[in-house]
C-alpha cells in the first residue's frame, strides 16, 4: 500500500475529501552521526546539501491542514499536501506495473512519469471536470474524463497493448524512471529481452547494437570503452576515467574492476555526450550504466546452460523469492562460465580464453509505506589463461608468422594469465515524502584484486616479460532528493563523496641475453624457427667503450610500486521546467572539489644488477631507475554543467538541443627515473541536437548529431628514449581536437513475428592542426584512436508458430566498421582495415514449460580482425597484435519458471 493509497482508502469510504490535522511525524532522517562513523569527510558534504536545500526554492511546500490516519501498524503521518491532487496506478491488463508511464493533462504543462511502483501523483489541479492522458510505449494512449473535488481524488489506469508493438524501454538516466523518448538527450539501451534474444555474453557484443560506443576487450583486466571517439582505459592508480562505469548507481570506473558479467540483467544503458551533472566527475563524455534484476513479489526465477566450441560451458540462473508479501523480498543469481583460450601457446596452455564464476545476493525490505531497503551483495573471480600478444615480425617455434593462424610462441607458457577477484556491496534507502518526492541515500564499499603477466615482445624469446598487480578499495556515499513541484518542475538534488585507495606494483625480469636485440639489431631476435638468439656478452665495439664485453644476465629482475589516494566531493542539482505542453527546459549543474595524491617507489630487489641499464642510465635497473617514495599531490575546484530545450511535436515525437560541459581532472603522473608531472585538466565543450518519435505504434526511430571541441586533449603514447632512460607508457597533452558526428536507429515491428532493427554512427574524430598558441600539433589531423569513421549494424527477429505450444526462432545480426587506428600516433601497420561479424540465434521455444533451445554462431563467416595492435612491444619497434576471435558455434538451454504466488512462509508442506 503506498503513502496515498493509505489515505485514500478511508477517505474514499466516507466520501469526504476534507483534510484534518495530525500529530506531527519526525522524518529527521539523522544520518551526520551514521557517516562520521565511516569518514569525518561526509560532513563538509551534508553541510553543502543542507545549504543547497535552503537555497532552492522549489523545495517550498504550500502549507495547509493535516491529515489523521491511522491502518494497521501503520503510525500518524505528517505531510504537505496541495488543495487538489489526483493519486493513482497504471498498469497492462495482467495488473503488471507500468515504471516511467506518461501521465498528463492534455494541453498543459502538468505532468509526471509513474514512479518504479507505477504510481504518479499530479498537483497543481483544477477543480471540476478534467481530461486525464496516460501513454507508454507499446501500449494504446487512454483517455479518461474525471471530476476533481477538493482533496485527494483517485485514478487508476489499465492499458491496452498494442496489436504490433515495439518492447517498452524505461531509463533512469534523470534519477527518476521515464520513457526512452521523455529524456531529451542521446541515450541508448538493451534492455534484458534483447540480452537474452541475441545472447550477449561479452561486453565487446554491446557496440554492436549502440551506435557511437565501441568495448574492446584485450583481457577481463584491460576494456577500453570508446564513446563518439573518446577512448577510457588508463589503469594507473590516479587514472581518471572519460567514460564513467556505473553498476546500480554505484561508479566502478577503474579498469581492473569494470568488466561485469552480463547476467540476470535488467538493462545496459549508454549515455552519450558530457554527463557530468548526472553521473559525476568521471563521466567527461558518457557513462554505461548496468543495472541488474531488484527482488520482486512474484516467485520466478530462470536457469540455463550451454556448449560450444573450444571447450565452452556455462551456467546461470537466479530465483526470486516473496518471503513477506510487500515486506520482504529476495534475490539469487549466479553465472558461471568457462571456454578454452582460441590461440594455443607452444610453450603450454592456451591463450584469451575465459574463467569467470559471479554471484549476486539482493534483499529487499520495506518496513513501511514511506521507506525501502535495498541491499546487494555482487561477487566475481576471474581466473583467465593470459593474453596472445603475437608477433608478425617474428616466427613462432613451428615457423608461423601469421597471427591468424592462432598459435604463438610466449615463453612463460602457462604462468600467463589474468585473475581478479571484485567483491561489492550496495545499500540503497529510499524514503517517500510524496510518490515524487523521496530522499535517497545510496552507500556502498568495493574490494579489487587483480594481477597479470604477460609476454611483451610476443616470440619465445625472454626479453620483454612483465606483470602488474593491482589492489584497489573503494567507498562512496550519495545523498540525493528528488522533487516534484507542481507537476511542472522535477528534479533532483544532492551531494556525494567517493574515496578510493588504489595501487599498482609492474614487475619486469628480462633475460638480457635475449632483451639485447630489441637495442642493438631488433630484426635478430629469434631465429626461423622461432627460437631466441641467445647473445651472452656485450659486442667489443669501440662505441661501447669500457662497456664492451660485459656480460649479459639473465635473470635480472626489478619493480615500481605506486599508490593513489583519490577522492572527490560533489554537490549537483538538475531540473526540467514544462514552460508550455510543447516546451519543456532542462538545466543542471554538479561542483567537484577533488584531492589526489600519488606515491610511486623504485626499490632495488636482490637480483643481477642490468647491464644494459648503463646503456639507458636507469643502473642497476633497466627500466625504472631506483629511487626512494616520491609524492606529488593536487586538489582543484571545478563546474560542469548542461542546459537543453525540447520540443513535444506530437505526443509520440519530439526533437531537443543540448548543450554540456565535460572535464577530465589533471593527470599526475611520474616519469621511469621519478620525474613528477602533472598535465592540465582536460576540457570539452558538446553540443547537441536530435529527433526521438515513434510512428503507427511500431516504428522507433532516433537521430543524434553532434559537435565536441576539446582542449588539452590528453593523448596515451608509448615513451622510448634510450638517451635520457624512458620508456612507459605516458599521458600527453595532445593539444586542441575536435569531433562530430551523426548517429541514428531505427526500429520496425513489422508484425508481430517479424521485426528489423539497425543503428548507424559517423565519427569525424581528429587533432586539430594547430593549438592555442597557433603552433603545429605533434598529431595535427590524426583520427583518434579506436573509433572508425562509419559503423553499422543490423538484425532481423523472425519468429513463426509450430502449433499451439512451440515457436520457431531465428536472429541474424551483422555488424560493420570502417578502418581505425590503434593509437593516436596513427602508426602504419597497426591499424585495423574495415571489417564485418555475422552472428546468428535460432532455436526452438515451448510455451509449457517455458523452456527455449537455442543455438548460437558468433562470426559465422570466419572474419579476420584484430583485437589490439602495438601494447609494450611498441616501445622496441616491435610491436605485437592481439587477433579477434575466430568462428564459434554452441548451443544453450533455458527454463523460465514461475512458482506459487503465495508468500514462501504461506506455502503447506507436504
Known sequence: MSIHQMLFSNSFKKNKFALKSIKPFNTNLNLIPFLRKYLKAMKRVILLLLVLLLCTPSFSQKKRDKVKRKYRSVE????????????????????????????????????????????????????????????????????????????????????????????????????????????????????NKTIGRLDIKELNHLSDFIPGLNVRIQNTLRPSYVIRGLTSDEVSPNAQPRVSVFYNNIPISRGSGSITELYDMERVEVHKGPQGTLFGRGAQIGAIHFLSKKPTNIGEGYASARYGDFGQKGAEGAVNIPILENKLMVRAAGSYNFRDGYVNNTFGGTLNGLNTIAGRFSLRFIPSVFTRFDLEVNYQKDDAPGTAFMSKMFPNTNGITDVFGY???????????????????ILNARHYLTEHNYITSITSYRTNTAYAMWDGDGTAAEAINMSEDNKANQFTQELRYNFSRNSKLNGFIGASYWRENASQDYWFGPNEQHMFHLFFDPNNLVMPNGQPITVPALPPIPELGSLGGMPLPINHKEINKAEALNQSYEAFADATYNLTWWLRVTAGVRIIYDRFKLNSETPLLESTPSTLGMLTGNYPNLFFKPSEKKEIKDNSMALTYRAGLNIKLTENANIYWNYSKGRRPKVLQFSSNGESETLAAEIVDN??????????????????????????????AWIADPSTGEFNYLIKDGGKATAYGVEATLKYAINKNIEIFGNYAYSHARFDSIDHNGNEQLYAGNSFRLTPDHSFGVGLNLTAAIGETMKFFLLPTYSFKSQFYFEDANTEGLEQDAYGLLNLQTGLKFNDPNITFSVYANNLLGEKYLISAGNTGSLFGVPTFIPGAPRMIGTKLTWNFTMEKKPYYQRRRK
Open 687 to 716: 553540443f547537441e541536437m536530435g529527433f526521438k518519435g515513434i510512428f503507427w505504434s511500431r516504428l522507433w526511430t532516433d537521430i543524434g548529431i553532434y559537435y565536441f571541441n576539446y582542449a588539452d586533449f590528453q593523448t596515451s
Open 76 to 191: 500518524s503521518v505528517n505531510r504537505d499536501l496541495p488543495e487538489i491532487y489526483l493519486w493513482g496506478k497504471v498498469m497492462d491488463e495482467d495488473d503488471v506495473l507500468l515504471p516511467g508511464a506518461s501521465v498528463i493533462l492534455p494541453g498543459t504543462r502538468l505532468g509526471v512519469h509513474a514512479n518504479s511502483d507505477g504510481e504518479y501523483l499530479l498537483t497543481g489541479l483544477s477543480s471540476g471536470r478534467q481530461r486525464i492522458e496516460a501513454s507508454f510505449i507499446g501500449y494504446k494512449s487512454k483517455y479518461i474524463d474525471i471530476v476533481l473535488q477538493d482533496g485527494p481524488n483517485e485514478l487508476y489506469f489499465t492499458l491496452d497493448e498494442e496489436a504490433v508493438n515495439l518492447d517498452p524501454i524505461v531509463v533512469s538516466s534523470q534519477k527518476r524512471e521515464q520513457q526512452i523518448l521523455d529524456v531529451p538527450s542521446t541515450i541508448s539501451v538493451i534492455d
Open 407 to 425: 598459435e604463438a610462441s610466449l615463453d612463460k607458457g602457462e604462468d600467463l594469465k589474468t585473475q581478479k577477484d571484485v567483491l561489492t556491496t
